[in-house]
């Protein structure tokens, strides 16, 4: 392409609280804007993009069990948070003019596409973002697992966790100013040390299939696309 990128078929994660701006609950529409427009000037790089994002900005299964709640039902209720958090991504993207679809885990024909693996590699070739939601489909995962499975079937070759910090620490960056970041790690380091960069079947998942996880911040204007071709600050798993 010209511009440096060395990737050309990409994993987004995003956690559902990335969709929240200053609020402490739900979506807020000028950051969802904001956020389809970094993926778009990705995407107007020719990368080929999936999209996982969480849904905890809605509803987490932890916490609806935490409350009494059975835990499954906990986790189905998280999994619809997150096709509610599709949709509206969905929506900032054609608003911009990014063909999209939405693909869940858990089939619901009136709202979105079923997960079929190779009309989701379809779409991909035909540069349509592919909004993967509903998590892997199974009460006790996270959205972390399914944006790891979901990159390894679509063979992308890195995820990128968006987060609110540029990379990953040894401590947390906003409580501690002296924490380091790390420029890279192995995922073991992250499973032994905790280090919070997803979580552990996710970690697990990845090296074992030598996934390269790159952990940068999606508050900076550009960041996205920076990152992909090779410039600003970030942490790379491998
Ligand atoms: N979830 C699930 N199975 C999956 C993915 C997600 O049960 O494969 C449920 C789980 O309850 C989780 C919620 O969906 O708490 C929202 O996902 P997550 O916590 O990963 O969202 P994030 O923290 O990224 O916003």
Do not use: W
Request: hydrophobic share 40%; charged share 20%.
């Amino acid at each position: 392409t010209g511009s440096g990128v060395k990737y050309s078929r990409v994993m987004l994660k995003i956690s559902g609280e990335a969709l929240m701006g200053d609020q402490g609950f739900g979506l807020h529409p000028p950051t969802v804007a904001r956020i389809a427009q970094e993926i778009k000037s990705v995407h107007d790089l020719g990368v080929e993009i999936c999209l996982v994002i969480g849904g905890g900005n809605i509803f987490r299964g932890l916490a609806g069990s935490a409350q009494g709640m059975e835990r499954t039902t906990a986790d189905y209720m998280g999994m619809l948070a997150t096709v509610m958090n599709a949709l509206a991504m969905q929506s900032a993207l054609e608003g911009i003019g990014v063909f999209t679809r939405v693909i869940s885990a858990i089939p619901m024909d009136q709202v979105c596409e079923p997960y079929i693996r190779r009309r989701a590699v379809r779409h991909l070739e035909k540069k349509r973002v592919c909004i993967f939601a509903a998590g892997t489909g199974n009460p006790y995962f996270t959205t972390d697992t399914a944006a790891t499975l979901r990159a390894n079937e679509m063979a992308c070759q890195a995820i990128f966790k968006g987060t609110k910090v540029d990379g990953v620490y040894d401590k947390d960056p906003k409580k501690f100013p002296d924490a380091k970041r790390y420029e890279t790690v192995s995922y073991d380091e992250c499973l032994a040390k905790h280090l919070g960069v997803m979580d552990a079947s996710a970690i697990a998942l990845a090296r074992d299939n030598s996934l390269p996880i790159i952990v940068f911040s999606l508050d900076e204007p550009g960041g996205f696309r920076g990152i992909l071709a090779g410039q600003g600050t970030y942490t790379r798993v491998s």
